[in-house]
């Protein structure tokens, strides 16, 4: 097996892909994926330069000797600038790019494409001008008073270690697609991310940290829509932190149990 191959098949697992999903991100089928891992075919330069803004390296790297694969907990949660698709306007200012609802799922499929990118709507607000900026619109009511419809703009983190307890989040994950929740960091301790919603019906929920694609702290929202008053939820980030919390240790007995 030759060391592009190999790179190919270390990198893909290591950002936790099935060949599936890999071959859905890069467009390509599954039987190609595994013939290039195989060592049956080798991939064309076009190909590769997407492989390696998948796995944030360069493509020197991803035909190298295999040396830059990392299995530190850095380069498994780093999520680098530079993968992140962005357009500028005519004087080379970036815009903010929006990501309907009816695009979410090309989303998952077309985030580092930079055509796909190209043609999603775009704009500008002149508050927001030191960042990497994308705007989602919001489904549901999970986040209320957050209304179904509002477009939440995002700034883009860098490093998914750097999840702050209680903030909210556009979170772009392989599993769950693209979610807009209140986020608690557990990484250091189980590599898990805990999603709470202000909506108290909806229960929390856990996610592997390694699951997320790309994650955009909210900065500010857009509405046509005013929250009605009685809709005003009354729970502390605290309470969020010490509800969330308990559900952790509830999972913890359950796998004790096991």
Known sequence: ????????????????LTQDQFAQKIGIKRSLVGAYEEGRAEPRLELLQKMAALFNISVDQL????????????????????VVVITVDEHQKDNIELVPHKAAAGYLNGYADTEYVKELPKFKLPFLTNGTYRAFEISGDSMLPILPGTIVIGEYVDDIRAVKNGKTYVLVTNREGIVYKRVFNYIAESEKLFLVSDNRHYAPYQIDAEDVIEAWVAKAYISVQFPDIESKNDVSVEQLAGLVLDLQKEILQLKTVK
């Not at 035909?63 to 530079?82: H, N, P």
């Open 1 to 16: 097996m030759s060391k592009v191959n190999e790179n190919i098949r270390n990198h893909r697992k290591q950002l936790g």
């Open 63 to 82: 035909i190298g000797d295999g040396t830059e694969v990392q299995k530190s907990d850095e380069k498994k949660y780093a999520r680098g600038k530079e």
